[in-house]
T-cell receptor, first 113, second 110 residues
């Protein structure tokens, strides 16, 4: 079955380190998204991509970057991790325009100490 | 961007109906969604409604949309303990972005 997977599921890192969270989907979806979930804020969009080599900033993009070298993967990089980036990160994908269900990964819990 | 607001908590007794409310700000929102998140899991789509509809029913779920007031609600009939979760309202704008509310934690009391 097609799916979307995130790795790792849990990560602890130190302030200032570079961290990359992986997201891989096997549906061949054009659209991929990264969100962070924080208490009292719901899900906030970090970056998104509508296709290979396309990346766009979301609502809370500072300190994060993404790259889209193929359809299946959208890795999220924290250039220099900060404690404010401690959060649960969700990756999602959807096929295209109009009503399209967004499928979510299981989430990555990142702790920056 | 779009602002989507929800109350944070709701408690109901098993067997009663639950109503979770949501407001949004962008009148050009095309689709509105309800997602469910169980502990330690990602989000699962429950139902959605297109902006030109007033109501959609799907088994125990009823979605009502008041486009004039930009108000969306989700009614769960005969609420069960398995319905305890966080419910997110989300609005899709003209682009492909989804804007989420803060989530409403539903607690079902046996």
């Amino acid at each position: 079955d097609a799916e979307i997977t995130q790795s790792p599921r849990h990560k602890i890192t130190e302030t200032g380190r570079q961290v990359t969270l992986a997201c891989h989907q096997t549906w061949n979806h054009n659209n991929m998204f990264w969100y962070r979930q924080d208490l009292g804020h719901g899900l906030r969009l970090i970056h998104y991509s509508y296709g290979v080599h396309d990346t766009n900033k979301g609502e809370v993009s500072d300190g994060y970057s993404v790259s889209r070298s193929n359809t299946e993967d959208l890795p999220l990089t924290l250039e220099s991790a900060a404690s404010s980036q401690t959060s649960v990160y969700f990756c999602a994908s959807s096929p295209g325009q109009g009503h399209t269900e967004a499928f979510f990964g299981q989430g990555t819990r990142l702790t920056v100490v | 961007g779009e602002d989507v607001e929800q109350s944070l908590f709701l408690s109901v007794r098993e067997g009663d109906s639950s109503v979770i409310n949501c407001t949004y700000t962008d009148s050009s929102s095309t689709y509105l969604y309800w997602y469910k998140q169980e502990p330690g899991a990602g989000l699962q789509l429950l139902t959605y409604i297109f902006s030109n509809m007033d109501m959609k029913q799907d088994q125990r779920l009823t979605v009502l949309l008041n486009k004039k007031d930009k108000h969306l609600s989700l009614r769960i009939a005969d609420t069960q303990t398995g319905d305890s979760a966080i419910y997110f309202c989300a609005a899709r704008t003209g682009a492909n972005n989804l804007f989420f509310g803060t989530g409403t934690r539903l607690t079902v009391i046996p």
